[in-house]
């Protein structure tokens, strides 16, 4: 099959995605591999990673990112760190499990830190490297009965500016994607858990909560975000550091 130039972009280039067996992870582990990246498929899902990797000629890395002792003296020989991994819990702060609390900012905030941590010396010793973190518009605003989740991903804003302050010198960028309401399982799961603290069906959820906020009607598909992460792994995002892209069909502009 003939690639156009764009499809070969990342070539040469090994890409670590975690939570890469669905979701987002998923489509952004296609749109690296259809840029010509070597794909390493990283989550707790072992069977799904290795679903992934072999779809796409791939590595899986059977992995729990809770298990922080695991990561703290990893080294990790990859050009593109995708930090995706991720869940969600609803409830009132009061309501709130402590634990839940510290399970969600491990996942999605301390285990992008260790892994960074681990892949920055290969980057720098190559003078090249692309860091995407999946955060989410809760990267950017708040949301009630989302506590941990919003705090976990207004650090991950914070990582990653501060990522991109200490990488320019060194070729490496470190840019946020930040979606509204995708079409995934986790979202399935939230529009049940939604459903019960406000005490509405769950059709309600959908209709007046997620896309009553959306100002385009519609939720977000994967595949697009996918791209997006691509993209600014690419070339054409060379001189993009430290920014946010949403992708929120105008949740933020609201
Ligand atoms: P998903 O549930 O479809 O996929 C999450 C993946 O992470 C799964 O494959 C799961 O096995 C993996 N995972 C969970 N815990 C893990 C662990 N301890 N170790 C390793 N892997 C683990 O979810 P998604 O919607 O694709 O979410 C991916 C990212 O996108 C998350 O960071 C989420 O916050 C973010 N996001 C999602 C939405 C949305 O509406 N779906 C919106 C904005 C941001």
């Known amino acids: 099959m003939s690639q156009t130039p764009q499809q070969q972009d990342l070539e040469g280039r090994t890409a670590l995605v975690t939570g890469g067996a669905s979701g987002i992870g998923l489509a952004a582990a296609r749109a690296l591999a259809g840029s010509g990246a070597h794909v390493v498929v990283a989550d707790v899902d072992e069977a799904g990673a290795q679903r992934v990797a072999d779809e796409l000629g791939g590595r899986a890395w059977a992995v729990d990112l809770l298990d922080t002792a695991a990561l703290a003296d990893l080294s990790l020989e990859v050009d593109v760190l995708v930090n995706n991994a991720g869940i969600q819990k609803v409830a009132p702060i009061q309501e709130f499990d402590p634990a839940d609390f510290h399970r969600i900012l491990v996942l999605m905030l301390e285990s992008p830190f260790l892994l960074v ?3 920055l010396p290969h980057m720098y010793e190559r003078g090249w490297g692309r860091v995407v973190n999946v955060s989410s518009v809760h990267g950017l605003r708040a949301s009630p009965y989302k506590s ?6 207004h650090g991950l804003e914070g990582l990653s500016k501060t990522i991109a302050m ?41 209709e007046r909560i997620m896309l009553g906020e959306t100002p385009i009607k519609k939720l977000v598909d994967p595949e697009d975000v996918g791209s997006l992460v691509a993209w ?18 105008g949740w933020t502009a609201r």
Do not use: F
């Open 232 to 249: 600014l792994a690419g070339p054409h995002a060379a001189m993009v550091t430290g920014a946010s892209y949403t992708m929120d069909g």
């Open 117 to 119: 941590r681990a892949a």
């Open 166 to 206: 200490e990488g320019a010198a060194h070729g490496v960028t470190s840019n946020c994607v930040n979606p509204g309401y995708v079409r995934t399982p986790l979202v399935e799961k939230q529009v049940a858990d939604q459903a019960k603290v406000h005490g509405i069906p769950e059709s309600e959820v959908v």
């Open 148 to 153: 941990a989740y919003v705090s976990a991903k």
